[in-house]
């Protein structure tokens, strides 16, 4: 076995409180339903035929996408066991990883992919078996972020310290936080075409700042290698940022990047 195949496709972290991250998920969902939706239309999701959600989670994306088009029949994709068991009350799922999809060629008329390429070793693998697994002429979709985006003022020093441990675990892991600006070089060495790009900008003055931290901030404090911060470290991170959110001079903003590209 060569390297590469023994290295995991996902940098796999612990969360220290799994129930609230699918809480969190949840809102995170909800208040980026109308912009996703309408990047999707933009970036050519189709209304009818089979579409593959890579990283489905719980399923709340799914269900809306489902809601939205009742014409698209949705498999999620989902490498945890738990959550897929959620997501199966709404669409249908498989196990499996994005890097070795259980699924034959050209299957699927359209894939989104999102929130998912940060957290894998070889984004450009899973690529890659997304459009194996498209039909010519068949969409990608991928929304994901990068760390290098974030804005908030006043700076949080603690907050600080924490992102730059949080980055380095990824990186350890293989994973890469500033993937956002990969995306377009990626999509075309899979060998997509007529690419598209919409930005979704999330700011705190839209969505409220207690809903910036939760939704933004508040998991950068989760899946930090002790070696890098301690426990008393990652609690200073959390009060700084509940105090920075009381603070009338307070605001955030990041830009999600959502892009889009076919099969040959």
Do not use: N
């Not at 936080?177 to 999509?187: A, K, M, N, T």
């Not at 007529?194 to 901030?217: E, K, M």
């Not at 609690?235 to 307070?250: F, Q």
Request: proline content about 6%.
């Amino acid at each position: 076995m060569t390297r590469e195949s023994a290295e995991p496709a996902y940098a796999v972290h612990q969360f220290r409180d799994p129930a609230a991250e699918i809480a969190r998920l949840a809102q995170q969902a909800a208040i980026l339903a109308t912009a996703e939706e309408e990047t999707l239309r933009a970036l050519g999701l189709p209304e009818r035929g089979r579409v593959l959600d890579v990283g489905c989670g719980p399923g709340f994306v799914a269900a809306r996408i489902s809601r939205a088009r009742p014409g698209l029949r949705i498999v999620g994709l989902d490498r945890d066991v738990a959550v897929l068991r959620k997501a199966h009350d709404v669409v249908e799922v498989a196990g499996g990883m994005a890097d070795r999809l259980p699924f034959a060629d050209a299957c699927f008329d359209a894939a989104v992919v999102r929130l998912v390429l940060r957290h894998l070793s070889r984004p450009e693998a899973a690529l890659k078996e997304i459009y194996r697994v498209l039909r010519p002429g068949g969409r990608a979709i991928v929304i994901d972020t990068d760390d290098g985006a974030l804005v908030m003022h006043p700076t949080e020093p603690a907050f600080l310290r924490a992102l730059a441990a949080r980055e380095t675990t990824f990186r350890r892991a293989g994973a890469d936080p500033f993937i956002g600006r990969r995306v377009p070089e990626l999509f075309a060495a899979a060998g997509f075409v007529d690419p598209a790009f919409r930005p979704l900008v999330l700011d705190s003055t839209s969505i409220g700042l207690a809903a910036f931290v939760r939704v933004v901030l508040s998991p950068i404090a989760d899946a930090i290698d002790a070696d890098l911060l301690d426990g008393a470290g990652v609690e200073r991170a959390v009060a700084g940022l509940d105090a920075w959110a009381c603070s009338p001079s307070a605001f955030g903003m990041t830009t999600v990047v959502a892009y889009g590209g076919t099969r040959r």
